[in-house]
């Protein structure tokens, strides 16, 4: 039975959907091609015929999940500028669920190990993420863009990997107030 291009573009955007979450909350190299197939109700099989290959996926996933935090980010920065982007970027639910957060600190990494071009599309994310730094700051200084986004993924990616929750917590709070500081600075 053959499909049409509309149900195969949505079959192929869940798939992104599912395995955006998935590399976010357990790794890519964790997820398997098959479960994230059996996951959007769909054989391994049918991989190919939407994907040339798992880093294809990979590429895409991050592209999507980069998109998705851009917009949460607008919002945040909508509501209460810079400093309501940090808070929002350092809250305990960010931490707890990776699979909804930003993949740069979800991934980062991992993404040494990965293809150039795959790198080429998480720099492109990270370079996104800093230039929307950048906008927001009161006088735009590409240097102190770098330093918060450098604060705000490493600060998540320590809270992530601590097992103390009290010292996680301590981690973030100590983050967001280096992150603001950063952000009033000149």
Do not use: W
């Not at 895409?60 to 980069?66: D, G, P, R, T, Y």
Request: with cysteine.
């Amino acid at each position: 039975m053959r499909y049409s291009k509309q149900h195969k573009k949505v079959t192929r955007q869940r798939i992104v959907e599912i395995a955006s979450n998935r590399f976010r909350k357990e790794g890519l190299n964790t997820v398997g091609v098959a479960s994230l197939m059996a996951d959007a109700g769909l054989t391994h099989g049918g991989f190919y015929n939407h994907f040339s290959s798992k880093e294809d996926l990979i590429e895409e996933a991050l592209s999507s999940a980069a998109q998705a935090s851009l917009d949460q980010s607008l919002r945040d920065f909508e509501t209460g500028g810079i400093a309501q982007f940090i808070r929002s970027y350092l809250r305990t639910a960010h931490r707890d669920h990776p699979e909804t957060g930003c993949s740069i600190a979800a991934l980062a990494g991992e993404l040494p190990r990965h293809s150039k071009t795959t790198r080429e599309v998480f720099t492109k994310n990270v370079n996104g993420l800093i230039s929307l730094i950048e906008s927001r700051l009161s006088k735009p200084d590409p240097d102190v863009a770098r330093a918060i986004c450098a604060t705000l993924v490493g600060t998540l990616q320590l809270a992530r990997a601590v097992s103390d929750k009290k010292l996680s917590d301590h981690i973030l709070k100590a983050g967001e107030k280096a992150a603001i500081a950063l952000s009033q600075a000149r």
